[in-house]
Nanobody, 124 residues
Framework: VQLQASGGGSVQPGGSLTLSCAAS????????VAWFRQVPGEEREGVSC????????VYEQSVKGRFTVSRDRAKNTMYLQMNSLTPEDTGLYYC??????????????????WGQGTLVTVSS
């Protein structure tokens, strides 16, 4: 059972990146999924999440209108499309999943499985 995150990199402010998180060993179909971000010295914070049904994705206030969470059920993969990136978006991004029919949350302890993190650096 594994989540493999990828897609991080270095971009200039205003740029875009798409993060991917591929699940193996289990199906994401019945799982709520989320993306978290962590910077040194701070706690991991929720950026976006989506329930198992895929309805009503949730976004942290600072990324609303710029980030889009999605999933491809056929590929068993979740994504985070990030546009108009700012230096404040810099951090280590983690994907997470939990087997639940309830709504997703931004509480890290709610999640069963975690990806290894992929680094996003936004700098001029």
């Amino acid at each position: 059972v594994q989540l493999q995150a990828s897609g991080g990199g270095s971009v200039q402010p205003g740029g875009s990146l798409t993060l991917s998180c591929a699940a193996s060993g289990f199906s994401l179909n019945n799982y709520a999924v989320a993306w978290f971000r962590q910077v040194p010295g701070e706690e991991r914070e929720g950026v976006s999440c989506m329930s198992s049904s895929g309805s009503s994705p949730v976004y942290e206030q600072s990324v609303k209108g710029r980030f889009t969470v999605s999933r491809d059920r056929a590929k068993n993969t979740m994504y985070l499309q990030m546009n108009s990136l700012t230096p404040e978006d810099t951090g280590l991004y983690y994907c997470a999943a939990v087997d639940t029919y309830y709504d997703c949350s931004f509480y890290a302890h709610d999640y069963e499985y975690w990806g290894q993190g992929t680094l996003v650096t936004v700098s001029s």
